[in-house]
């Protein structure tokens, strides 16, 4: 589990993550659209920690982004959780070594993937207008601001986990089998 010091950190990273996305770079417009450094939180936790700890803190982050957004409020969180997870457990699978290279590739791929993932989400939930042409703009401009916060964004989640003992949910299940065996 956490020690207190971590979630003190893990929360003030969010928090802090959340006021420059909303005063600083929701001001940054290229082309119509923003980097997205919500998204770029649970996409390198996922590389840095796994798959639990991506889900994790893309719940937190989900839910810290889905406080300012005009979109319904969960959508941000279910999709986090979704790409923090699925990062997290595809980088572990595909690179194996900690390679600076691997870790901004697996960044940008994470915020391209979760950028047209939130919008599958958000088209078949009902919001009009997500799939249209302003999307590749979108996920581009997104994917762009992935390769420019991840060494950052790693450097910060290396200082607020550090103190990490051991994170996990509960116990894991033998591989192959039930637990009951």
Same mark, same amino acid.
């Given at each position: 589990?956490?020690?207190?010091?971590?979630?003190?950190?893990?929360?003030g990273?969010?928090?802090?993550?959340?006021?420059?996305?909303?005063?600083?770079?929701?001001?940054?417009?290229?082309? $119509?659209?923003?980097?997205?450094?919500?998204? !770029? %939180?649970?996409? *390198?936790a #996922?590389? =840095?920690? @796994?798959a639990?700890?991506? +889900?994790?803190?893309?719940?937190?982050?989900?839910?810290?982004?889905d406080?300012?957004?005009?979109?319904?409020?969960?959508l941000?969180?279910?999709?986090?959780?979704?790409?923090?997870?699925?990062v997290?457990?595809?980088v572990?699978?595909?690179f $194996?070594?900690?390679?600076?290279?691997?870790? !901004? %590739?697996?960044? *940008?791929? #994470?915020? =391209?993937f @979760?950028?047209l993932?939130? +919008?599958?989400?958000?088209?078949f939930?009902?919001?009009?207008?997500?799939?249209?042409?302003?999307?590749?703009?979108?996920?581009?401009?997104?994917?762009?601001?992935?390769?420019?916060?991840?060494?950052?964004?790693?450097?910060?989640?290396?200082w607020?986990?550090?103190?990490?003992?051991?994170?996990?949910?509960?116990?894991?299940m033998?591989?192959?089998?039930?637990?009951?065996?």
């Amino acid at each position: 589990m956490f020690e207190d010091l971590t979630w003190l950190k893990v929360t003030g990273v969010i928090l802090v993550s959340m006021i420059v996305q909303d005063v600083l770079l929701n001001q940054i417009v290229i082309l $119509g659209s923003h980097p997205d450094l919500m998204l !770029v %939180l649970p996409v *390198t936790a #996922g590389i =840095l920690g @796994g798959a639990e700890v991506g +889900a994790f803190m893309g719940f937190f982050a989900g839910i810290a982004a889905d406080l300012v957004l005009p979109t319904p409020f969960g959508l941000s969180a279910l999709v986090f959780v979704v790409i923090g997870y699925a990062v997290g457990s595809f980088v572990a699978s595909a690179f $194996g070594h900690d390679f600076y290279s691997a870790r !901004v %590739l697996g960044t *940008t791929l #994470g915020c =391209l993937f @979760g950028t047209l993932f939130q +919008a599958i989400v958000a088209a078949f939930i009902g919001q009009p207008g997500i799939l249209n042409s302003q999307l590749i703009v979108t996920t581009a401009v997104v994917g762009l601001g992935g390769l420019v916060f991840a060494i950052p964004v790693f450097r910060t989640w290396s200082w607020a986990l550090s103190d990490m003992r051991r994170f996990s949910f509960g116990t894991r299940m033998p591989s192959g089998g039930s637990a009951l065996r």
